[in-house]
């Protein structure tokens, strides 16, 4: 079946540097797609989500670009700091079915 | 308050009992979901409310048993589990069913023994 997946499992960087996380996806009914950030031990946090007729949206810090064009996600992180260590997931909302899809994930790891 | 409580943290339960697992919000948000988590893998969906009433079951096996007794409560009954059903299981909720933005709890570690 179609399915959101990523490029990169484990992405390390050091505190100040920017973060890119990929993700590429199949669906072409997915009408938003959103970014999610898990902690240890903690349940997905809310990041960013950005609809489909749209190319890029920014907020504090993340800024998500979508390609349609190649189906392709991607969040950049600004000035990425040692909080921000965490798993990423895309995921996609199928339009007519109205759940979310996650992607596999990446871990990011941010040295001090 | 913008939280998503669930109850018990951990849980571990033979394959003969009988458990719950809770989940509570007070957002007002009328939609609320079960995903299943394994270690390094994605959240899966099992069950999706919306306004107390099942709207989804991704095909889940029947010893899982949702149940929405308000707006604001969501439980799983647990029954007869096998030992490949243990992970992580999250609930979140959201403003409206597929709202993208979803709110999710801490989750419940079970392990089924």
């Known amino acids: 079946g179609e399915s959101v997946g990523l490029h990169l499992p484990t992405l390390s960087v050091q505190e100040g540097d920017n973060s890119i996380i990929n993700c590429a996806y199949s669906n072409s009914a997915s009408d938003y797609f959103i970014w999610y950030k898990q902690e240890s031990g903690k349940g997905p946090q809310f990041i960013i989500d950005i609809r489909s007729n749209m190319d890029k949206r920014q907020g504090q810090r993340v800024t998500v670009l979508l390609n349609k064009t190649v189906k392709h996600l991607s969040l950049q992180i600004a000035a990425t700091q040692p909080g921000d260590s965490a798993v990423y997931f895309c995921a996609e909302r199928n339009s007519g079915y109205s759940t979310l899809t996650f992607g596999k994930g990446t871990m990011l790891l941010v040295s001090p | 308050d913008t939280e998503v409580t669930q109850t018990p943290k951990h849980l571990v339960m033979g394959m003969t009992n009988k458990k719950s697992l809770k989940c509570e919000q007070h957002?007002?948000?009328?939609?609320m979901y079960w995903y299943k988590q394994k270690a390094k893998k994605p959240p899966e969906l099992m069950f999706v409310y919306s306004y107390e009433k099942l709207s989804i079951n991704e095909s889940v096996p029947s010893r899982f048993s949702p149940e929405c007794p308000n707006s604001s409560l969501l439980n799983l009954h647990l029954h007869a589990l096998q030992p490949e059903d243990s992970a992580l299981y999250l609930c979140?909720?959201?403003?409206?069913?597929?709202?993208?933005?979803?709110?999710f709890g801490p989750g419940t570690r079970l392990t089924v023994t």
């Open positions: 979140a909720s959201s403003q409206g069913l597929g709202a993208p933005e979803q709110y």
């Open positions: 957002m007002g948000h009328r939609a």
